[in-house]
């Protein structure tokens, strides 16, 4: 996430590290190195944000790295493994246990 702030305690994730340098791109194509050697990249947003596509060319040679990364309004459920059925119907059904202090003798 763009702007992300830590706790001074815990170094930032890696997706919110990620996602703050990439906003510091420029849209448009922009000359760059990585690893020691010249990249030209373009990056494109969407001006609703939710869509930005990179694509960048190594200079020197015949590396490449190209996505797109969404941001989706709302969580987006991914179940491991089983239905997204299952998983709704055991959050939804799910009661925790409340432990009652022991009495006094």
Known sequence: MPGTM??????PSVQATFE??????????VDGHFGKRPWGVTVKRLEDGK??????????GTD???FNLYRLAGPI???CE???TKV???????ETIIKKPPSPP
């Not at 830590?6 to 170094?11: A, F, R």
């Not at 709704?88 to 799910?94: A, D, K, N, R």
């Open 64 to 66: 490449i790295v190209s």
């Open 20 to 29: 703050d340098a990439l906003a510091k791109l420029p849209n448009g194509y």
């Open 88 to 94: 709704i119907e055991f959050v939804l059904g799910f």
């Open 77 to 79: 459920l991914k179940p």
């Open 82 to 84: 089983m239905s997204s």
């Open 51 to 60: 869509r930005t596509w990179l694509y960048g060319e190594e200079l020197s």
């Open 6 to 11: 830590t706790d001074g305690k815990n170094p």
